[in-house]
């Protein structure tokens, strides 16, 4: 007889069968081994599945996915990391970077020529690359978070129903052989497969990224507000998040008053689906100064959002002082000295925190060549994206 489980793996595995035969039946096994492949009879631009090609006919996405940074996923940070850790392991990785069966490494010697294609061109596309040519310049996998990643699969397109329209299915056009109109596009399941980890991986009960997690528990989720709300927003490709100034301070409402003589600062979440800043690689440091009468510093305070993760017997959290959707914090300059005049206070965003002390641990190891130029790029890289988000002066 039969034993159970191997009896459900066999539903499973005809299952599974049954869906790919209906195509993707409302995008169930969209991200399992997704891969492009087709034998379609199509114009060779139809069958490009470069981000360069798709612009050709879908130019305003182009132009803002390539300044987000599913463009750049295929990073030097992250490549950099590979020849330590050897292609199988970076295969994994590239299951969120740059996850299609056709981007991911066939071996060693595939990699490291990666490695050195990156070291020359930093960018993973190239508009005036020659789409006749039977190879583009650069591998589909320079590419990162594609196109085609969100949107191909073999060869078939997908994409959210056309606006003003809720036809569903699929829907014939004279370019692609048409596309499959599916709802899963519009909500926050989609970005799920590369931004929440499952909970098995939990670190004092939550997992290094809990995106959805924290999302699914704010006001925003049962408000209806998904994902594409805030970072597609009229379903631009901007995906803007930590890393932009402008779009991190609308999330937010600061202001600084006195109360009771002393100066403070007080924080909100307003406008932030999950906690600020979610996951663990940014940091944010309030920090006060009281002034004296020509300006001089006679004290300072110093606070942090983050939160904060190291490994030793195990990964632990060492603190987690992160600000949870509609929640508000206050940092008061308490016993500022008696001659202060007035109380600066600096919020400021380090996006790639974590990340600083990695790359300086990695140089410090002996590197292989190519990856050491990378990881040195992308040390300079971070230090170019801090800024200053918010600085203002109470007169005491
Ligand atoms: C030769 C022009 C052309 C090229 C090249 C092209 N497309 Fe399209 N695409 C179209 C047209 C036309 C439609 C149909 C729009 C409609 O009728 O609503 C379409 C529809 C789509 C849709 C569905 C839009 C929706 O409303 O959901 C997606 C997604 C899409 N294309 C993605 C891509 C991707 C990704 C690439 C590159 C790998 C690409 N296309 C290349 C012309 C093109
Ligand atoms: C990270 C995943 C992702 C990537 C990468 C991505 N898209 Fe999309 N795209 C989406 C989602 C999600 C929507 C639907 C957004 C919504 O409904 O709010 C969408 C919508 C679209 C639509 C329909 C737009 C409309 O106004 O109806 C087209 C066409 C499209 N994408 C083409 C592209 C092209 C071309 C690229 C590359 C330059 C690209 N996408 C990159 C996720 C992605
Ligand atoms: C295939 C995996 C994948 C999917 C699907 C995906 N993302 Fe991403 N996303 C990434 C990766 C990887 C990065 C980091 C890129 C980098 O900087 O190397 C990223 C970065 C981002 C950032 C930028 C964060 C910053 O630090 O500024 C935002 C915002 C974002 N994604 C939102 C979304 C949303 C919204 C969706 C769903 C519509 C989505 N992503 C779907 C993989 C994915
Ligand atoms: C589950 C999806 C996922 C996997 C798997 C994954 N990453 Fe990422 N990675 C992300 C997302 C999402 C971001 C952006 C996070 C943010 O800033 O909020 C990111 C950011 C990064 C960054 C900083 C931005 C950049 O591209 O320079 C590096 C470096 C990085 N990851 C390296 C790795 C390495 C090395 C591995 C494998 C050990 C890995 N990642 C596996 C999702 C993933
Ligand atoms: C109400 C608007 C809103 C919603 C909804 C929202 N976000 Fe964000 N998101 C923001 C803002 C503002 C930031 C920048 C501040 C921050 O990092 O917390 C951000 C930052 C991010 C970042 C970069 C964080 C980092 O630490 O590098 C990622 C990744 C991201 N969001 C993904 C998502 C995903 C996935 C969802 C859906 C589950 C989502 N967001 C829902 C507003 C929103």
Avoid at 25 to 43: C, F, I, M, R, V
Avoid at 89 to 101: F, I, V, W
Avoid at 113 to 120: A, P
Avoid at 270 to 284: D, L, M, S
Wanted: charged content about 25%.
């Amino acid at each position: 007889m039969m034993n159970n489980a191997l009896m459900k793996s066999i539903l499973v595995t005809a299952l599974g069968v049954l869906l790919i035969a209906a195509g993707y039946a409302d995008l169930d096994g969209y991200w399992d081994k997704p891969s492009t492949k087709s034998n379609h009879d199509w114009s060779a631009l139809e069958k490009n599945m470069r981000p360069e090609a798709c612009a050709q006919c879908h130019e305003s996405q182009f132009n803002t996915w390539k300044l987000s940074r599913h463009s750049k996923a295929y990073s030097s940070g992250l490549i950099g990391q590979f020849p330590d850790m050897g292609h199988g392991q970076g295969n994994d990785c590239l299951r969120c970077h740059a996850p299609l069966d056709e981007q991911l490494y066939s071996g060693e010697p595939d990699m490291l020529k990666s490695l050195s294609i990156l070291r020359k061109h930093p960018q993973g596309f190239d508009l005036n690359a020659n789409l006749d040519s039977p190879e583009a310049k650069l591998p589909l996998r320079h590419s990162g978070v594609s196109c085609a990643v969100c949107h191909v699969r073999s060869g078939n397109r997908f994409g959210p129903p056309r606006k003003n329209d809720n036809t569903l299915g699929f829907i014939k056009t004279e370019t692609h052989g048409g596309f499959t109109a599916s709802k899963k596009f519009e909500q926050s399941g989609f970005c799920a497969e590369c931004h929440q980890f499952p909970q098995r991986y939990a670190i004092n009960g939550k997992p290094l990224e809990n995106t959805v997690f924290e999302w699914q528990q704010s006001r925003f989720s049962k408000q209806g507000k998904q994902c594409q709300g805030c970072h597609m927003p009229d379903r631009q490709h901007t995906f803007k998040g930590i890393h932009d100034k402008d779009f991190t301070r609308q999330g937010l409402d600061i202001q600084v008053n006195k109360k009771h003589g002393l100066a403070q600062l007080k924080i909100t979440s307003t406008n932030i689906g999950h906690a600020f800043p979610t996951y663990v690689t940014p940091k944010v440091l309030v920090s006060a100064v009281a002034l004296g009468k020509r300006g001089e510093v006679l004290k300072t305070w110093r606070w942090e959002i983050v939160r904060e993760v190291f490994y030793g017997n195990g990964w632990q959290e060492k603190q987690d002082t992160r600000l949870m959707p509609d929640e508000s914090r206050r940092y008061v300059a308490d016993n500022p000295p008696k001659a202060s005049q007035s109380v600066r206070f600096d919020i400021k965003v380090v996006p790639d925190n974590f990340y600083k002390s990695v790359y300086q641990s990695l140089l410090d190891d002996d590197l292989q060549a190519d990856a050491k130029v990378l990881i040195q790029r992308a040390l300079d890289e971070t230090h170019t994206n801090d800024y200053v988000l918010f600085s203002d002066v109470v007169k005491l």
